[in-house]
């Protein structure tokens, strides 16, 4: 085959990714009359297909990743030249990026200390889960093995991470899960479980933590794992003093808090990491996606020193963490990370998030008067869910099918949204937006600009 032919012959590659290419969570059915999209470039805010149309991207690359933008040379070639010098090495021996972020990520996380190296965020948390087992074994006779997840959380697409795993239609088809995981109740505000609102809430909601804690037995739990802010299951900040109140909480029972930050590290909600808008300390934080923005594949498992110490024991053989991620001993994902860091600190993009995520929640809170059908605006930074409802009164959720014609309609306008999806049986009724920190007035205007007559064209 004629390579160079074959990259400048779009029908071609569309054939070619029709006839081969698996994607992800995609219904391929469709694709045997319509041409699969395919994105071709990408620079700043915007991207491009192969049909040359130009779209602005309102999602950071289609799962809340590209935090910097696309087009950042410098990482390219920060990675180029790593990957030149030294590509790889399994994860038993270190590398200068390697050592050199690790030193980097720990100064942005005062109480933590040791990082651990894999490439996604499913896998991040199976470490973290394996941690937990194997401190149950080791210091606790087996007991406190079990793990508290929380309902509409995500941790990943493992079996043990759809385990912990809160949005049952990501879960369907999959079980049976690896057993010892236990389910606590969202924190949802807007759909409080019994009426009470802020800091009522807040303290109803974390009580519903410790009552399971005590239906299942203290001495049997050894981990909570949360999202600092849920994010596919509906962009949920935490009410008023439910922070507080876990972490609390965990230090009585003596449970390890693990908190994801997945989707929200890396600036996304104008800090460094999610739990530091609320004061918390955890024990064990894993992350992925804006690490390195996209530009390689890193994810990492950041522990306290105290966890760290609990495998430190050469009188038995089996006390260290047996356990090894192949591509954590890439380069490339450190070298990425490294130059990411950089971009985020010297554009100041944690404070454009909080100055951008003002205007973007001013604009969904200015649709939300205008259409009756958004009965909620909720999140923090450049992270902002619009639930749809039918009436504000009984907060109906709108049909799913209907949410996905808005965000159709709004790709066809030349703007990319998310939506909540197939993940939580009857209220996939919010719409996503998490663009990259760069992101501009402008750019915030024409988003709620394309989803204002979206909404108009689909509900009315």
Not at 85 to 95: D, H, Q, R, S, V
Not at 300 to 313: P, Q, Y
Not at 392 to 398: A, F, T
Request: proline fraction near 4%; include cysteine; aromatic fraction near 8%.
């Amino acid at each position: 085959m004629d390579t160079h032919a074959f990259a400048n012959d779009p029908d071609q590659i569309v054939e070619a990714d029709r006839a081969h290419v698996w994607h992800h969570l995609s219904q391929h059915k469709p694709y045997e009359t319509i041409d699969p999209r395919i994105i071709v470039e990408g620079k700043g805010m915007r991207v491009w297909d192969i049909k040359g149309k130009e779209h602005l991207d309102a999602v950071s690359g289609g799962v809340w990743t590209v935090n910097v933008g696309y087009g950042r040379e410098r990482i390219a070639n920060a990675v180029g030249a790593q990957l030149t010098k030294m590509c790889f090495f399994g994860g038993t021996l270190g590398t200068i990026p390697g050592a050199q972020f690790s030193e980097m990520l720990i100064d942005k996380m005062p109480g933590l200390d040791r990082v651990y190296y894999a490439n996604s965020g499913s896998e991040a948390n199976e470490k973290a889960f394996k941690m937990v087992r194997q401190i149950s074994h080791k210091h606790y006779g087996g007991k406190k093995n079990k793990i508290l997840y929380r309902e509409r959380d995500y941790h990943g697409t493992t079996i043990s991470a759809l385990s912990a795993g809160g949005q049952d239609e990501r879960n369907a088809q999959y079980g049976p899960f690896t057993p010892g995981f236990v389910r606590v109740p969202h924190c949802l505000e807007y759909r409080s479980q019994d009426g009470s609102v802020g800091e009522e809430y807040g303290a109803k909601a974390a009580q519903a933590i410790e009552d399971v804690i005590l239906a299942e037995g203290p001495d049997t739990i050894g981990a909570l794992c949360l999202e600092p802010i849920t994010a596919g299951g509906g962009i949920i900040v935490p009410p008023k003093g439910y922070w507080d109140r876990v972490q609390e909480i965990c230090k009585k029972y003596d449970i390890l808090l693990h908190i994801d930050e997945v989707v929200c590290g890396l600036g996304r909600t104008g800090t460094w990491f999610g739990y530091q808008q609320f004061g918390v300390q955890p024990d064990i934080v894993t992350m992925a996606k804006g690490v390195a923005s996209g530009y390689a594949a890193i994810s990492c498992c950041v522990t306290t020193n105290a966890v760290f110490e609990m495998f430190k024991d050469d009188t038995d053989h089996l006390s260290y963490f047996r356990d090894i991620s192949t591509f954590g001993g890439c380069t490339a994902g450190p070298a990425a990370a490294i130059e990411n860091m950089k971009i985020i600190e010297e554009e100041d993009l944690r404070g454009n998030s909080t100055r951008m995520g003002e205007h973007l929640q001013n604009n969904l809170l200015g649709l939300m008067e205008k259409h009756r059908w958004i009965g909620d605006v909720r999140g923090m930074g450049l992270f902002a869910g619009a639930e749809l409802v039918t009436d504000r009164d009984s907060k109906d959720p709108v049909n799913e099918k209907q949410v996905a014609a808005i965000v159709a309609d709004c790709m066809q306008q030349g703007i990319i949204i998310g939506a909540t999806n197939r993940s939580l049986p009857g209220y996939n009724n919010t719409l996503l937006f998490a663009p990259p920190l760069i992101a501009t007035k402008d750019d915030l205007d024409q988003i709620t600009d394309a989803v204002d007559q979206a909404i108009t064209r689909v509900l009315g």
